[in-house]
């Protein structure tokens, strides 16, 4: 069977270029390995127009549900390993998932958003799960009254914070630079939360533990020392990566691995569109991803003649 | 008649992979214990005896102990065609 449309991921971009697909009666499958995307992870969201404060889990429900209103063909919990072009002109693409399954489809969407970025330093590995987590959304609840770390003065780092001091007894945020990045508005919750300690300029160097993770080593970057940080847990939340490792090899991607998109969402080979945090768009936002999503399917089928 | 699966289901209310793997036990037809760890401490420990870590969700099918939302595995031990 050779779909018209192929989209790849599953928050808020692709599941809004799916609805619009779907309207315009493309024929479209959707495949995505989860539903949301970093969405899922916001505690509450305060952004998204239309409510005025929302859990991410309620709004990836809120999408999926508009979405499945549709006659979509949909591949959940399931992950592409990689694209291919197996014509020139007028262009055919095969897909090929992680559990070996092949579709073939005339135009892409890859919507397929972040993935959190590792420190890659020795034993974060190990750690992972033994005192290590990337979710404080999932895993702040279990650090009560204990003491944890987030790397990470961001907004991420500073809403898991947040969260955290519902629960653990102190939090400390190592954040690299010389000051906080989050919001100003953020900035002042952190500020007024006795819980939370900020310490600036701090590197990261050394995990240490034995079961469980036990403490970091960081240096301080303007006075050089090394200083042990003794903790029960570390979250990290330093930023992402654009997940485009699917489809790197065969269209141009900036310097920060983000697919470079046209003002049509088009990417450098015909017929491949991108949206959302994968592209090199100026800000990732979860209603501008939405619009992107939008934005791509209008444009594919505008592509495909519909 | 084969017997049912005895599932327990270790999770914490605003996981977004816990709150997958139990839909995605309802839309099967399975009836499973839901442990919210956040709350019991004993429930907690005992997570973290059987599994060895701390991040959830963890589900105990038959007394085998499978780590985070993995439908592969999942599907394996509850005979469900993916």
């Given at each position: 069977?050779?779909?018209?449309l192929?989209i790849?991921?599953?928050?808020?971009?692709?599941?809004?270029?799916?609805?619009?697909?779907?309207?315009?009666?493309?024929?479209?499958?959707?495949?995505?390995?989860?539903?949301?995307g970093?969405?899922?992870?916001?505690?509450?969201?305060?952004?998204?127009?239309?409510?005025?404060k929302?859990?991410?889990?309620?709004?990836?429900?809120?999408?999926?549900?508009h979405?499945?209103?549709?006659?979509i063909?949909?591949?959940?919990?399931?992950?592409?390993?990689?694209?291919?072009?197996?014509?020139?002109?007028?262009?055919?693409?095969?897909?090929?998932?992680?559990?070996?399954?092949?579709?073939q489809?005339?135009?892409?969407?890859?919507?397929?958003?972040?993935?959190?970025?590792?420190?890659?330093?020795?034993?974060?590995?190990?750690?992972?799960?033994?005192?290590?987590?990337?979710?404080?959304?999932?895993?702040?609840?279990?650090?009560?009254?204990?003491?944890?770390?987030?790397?990470?003065?961001?907004?991420?780092?500073?809403?898991?914070?947040?969260?955290?001091?519902?629960?653990?007894?102190?939090?400390?945020?190592?954040?690299?630079?010389?000051?906080?990045?989050?919001?100003v508005?953020?900035?002042?919750?952190?500020?007024?939360?006795?819980?939370?300690?900020?310490?600036?300029?701090?590197?990261?160097?050394?995990?240490?533990?034995?079961?469980?993770?036990?403490?970091?080593?960081?240096?301080?970057?303007?006075?050089?020392?090394?200083?042990?940080?003794?903790?029960?847990?570390?979250?990290?939340?330093?930023?992402?990566?654009?997940?485009?490792?699917?489809?790197?090899?065969?269209?141009?991607?900036n310097?920060?691995?983000?697919?470079?998109?046209?003002?049509?969402?088009?990417?450098?080979?015909?017929?491949?569109?991108?949206?959302?945090?994968?592209?090199?768009?100026?800000?990732?936002?979860?209603?501008?991803?939405?619009?992107?999503?939008?934005?791509?399917?209008l444009?594919?089928?505008?592509?495909?003649?519909? | 008649?084969?017997?049912?699966?005895?599932?327990?289901?270790?999770?914490t209310?605003?996981?977004?992979?816990?709150?997958?793997?139990?839909?995605?036990?309802k839309?099967?037809?399975?009836?499973?214990?839901?442990?919210?760890?956040s709350?019991?401490?004993?429930?907690?420990?005992?997570m973290?005896?059987?599994s060895?870590?701390?991040?959830?969700?963890?589900?105990?099918?038959?007394?085998?102990?499978?780590?985070?939302?993995?439908?592969?595995?999942?599907?394996?031990?509850?005979?469900?065609s993916?």
């Amino acid at each position: 069977m050779l779909y018209e449309l192929i989209i790849i991921g599953g928050g808020p971009a692709a599941i809004t270029a799916g609805i619009y697909a779907a309207r315009k009666k493309v024929k479209t499958l959707l495949i995505c390995a989860d539903w949301g995307g970093q969405m899922a992870y916001a505690p509450d969201i305060e952004n998204y127009p239309g409510f005025e404060k929302i859990t991410g889990i309620e709004l990836v429900n809120k999408f999926k549900q508009h979405l499945k209103n549709y006659p979509i063909e949909i591949l959940e919990h399931i992950r592409v390993e990689k694209i291919e072009t197996i014509s020139g002109d007028n262009p055919i693409f095969k897909i090929r998932t992680l559990k070996g399954e092949e579709f073939q489809t005339r135009a892409v969407i890859v919507a397929t958003g972040k993935v959190p970025r590792k420190l890659n330093i020795p034993k974060e590995e190990e750690f992972i799960g033994k005192g290590i987590s990337f979710c404080a959304i999932c895993d702040a609840p279990l650090y009560k009254d204990k003491v944890v770390a987030v790397i990470g003065g961001g907004n991420s780092g500073c809403d898991s914070s947040l969260l955290l001091s519902q629960y653990a007894k102190k939090i400390y945020i190592l954040q690299f630079g010389p000051n906080l990045t989050c919001d100003v508005s953020t900035r002042e919750k952190i500020r007024e939360n006795k819980k939370i300690q900020v310490i600036t300029n701090a590197q990261v160097k050394e995990i240490y533990g034995d079961k469980f993770i036990k403490g970091v080593k960081y240096q301080d970057r303007t006075s050089k020392e090394i200083k042990n940080l003794d903790i029960d847990g570390l979250f990290i939340a330093i930023g992402s990566l654009p997940a485009s490792h699917p489809i790197k090899e065969m269209i141009k991607l900036n310097e920060d691995g983000e697919i470079i998109i046209d003002k049509n969402n088009m990417t450098s080979q015909k017929g491949i569109f991108a949206a959302g945090d994968v592209t090199d768009v100026c800000f990732k936002q979860i209603i501008i991803a939405a619009g992107e999503g939008a934005k791509a399917a209008l444009s594919v089928c505008k592509y495909l003649g519909k | 008649m084969e017997k049912k699966p005895h599932i327990k289901v270790y999770s914490t209310p605003m996981c977004p992979y816990c709150y997958t793997l139990k839909e995605f036990l309802k839309e099967n037809g399975f009836e499973f214990e839901d442990i919210d760890v956040s709350k019991d401490k004993k429930s907690l420990d005992e997570m973290v005896e059987k599994s060895g870590q701390m991040g959830v969700p963890v589900i105990e099918i038959d007394g085998e102990i499978i780590m985070g939302f993995d439908k592969e595995k999942i599907c394996k031990k509850l005979k469900i065609s993916e």
